[in-house]
């Protein structure tokens, strides 16, 4: 049976490299034959903001979330497979994907229960770093945001298929105008050669 994928993108501006990874993906699942619901964080003014309607209630598993909320968390659950696409700011997912995970990924739902409704779920994030593969190493950048996005957030939701990847020398500034559509061209290449080694299996 085809797969559905939710394709969850942080970013501003819809003509920013990470929408083009995030569009590049789209066309890659759906000419597999899958389905994609795309969930454009900023585009649909998502707000990342934990009100109280969304704290968690630790005494009461079934608290009902506020409507948004709920609509999410629906989203989540019809999907086979998860791609989250997004720039590193600050080491860190940007906040509007920082506070849907907040809001979204609550307590009864992503976590809090014997049996975690996301199990069997398959989880990629992809993260667009502007630094070197050097900086990155010699500064422990992937390894931080592995900590916290695959340990500290994918397993603690009991999806152990969950995986981290990063895409860097994503900040193009100093490349030289006519080499810049060659390298958006190899690392559009790059993110679909990811997806197929983490999700295609
Ligand atoms: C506020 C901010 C903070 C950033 N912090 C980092 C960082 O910690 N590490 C890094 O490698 N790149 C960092 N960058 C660079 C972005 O990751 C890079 O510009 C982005 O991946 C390029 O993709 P885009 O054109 O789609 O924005 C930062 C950029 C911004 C705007």
């Known amino acids: 049976m085809a797969r559905h994928t939710l394709l969850v993108l942080a970013h501003p501006r819809t ?3 990470t929408a083009q990874v995030a569009a590049r993906l789209r066309a890659r699942v759906e000419s597999e034959g899958g389905t994609v619901d795309v969930l454009d964080l900023y585009a649909e003014g998502f707000d990342p903001l934990l009100h109280p309607a969304d704290e968690p209630d630790w005494e009461d598993r079934e608290k009902v979330y506020s409507p948004e909320v709920h609509a999410h968390m629906d989203r989540i659950l019809a999907a086979d497979d998860i791609l989250v696409v997004f720039p590193v700011w600050w080491f860190a997912p940007p906040a509007v994907l920082k506070g849907w995970i907040d809001r979204v990924w609550n307590y009864g739902f992503a976590y809090g229960r014997s049996r975690p409704r996301l ?21 422990g950048m992937e390894k931080a945001l592995g900590l916290l996005l695959v340990t500290g957030i994918s397993a603690y939701c009991g999806l152990p298929d969950a995986a981290l990847r ?17 390298r958006v061209a190899e690392l559009l290449t790059a993110a679909e050669k990811t997806v197929d080694e983490v999700l295609a299996r």
């Open 15 to 17: 003509d920013s490299l």
């Open 119 to 139: 199990a069997g779920k398959r989880l990629l994030w992809l993260a667009l770093m502007g630094g070197t593969a050097e900086e990155i190493e010699e500064l």
């Open 166 to 182: 990063v895409l860097h020398g994503t900040e193009l500034s100093g490349v030289p105008a006519e080499l810049r559509a060659d």
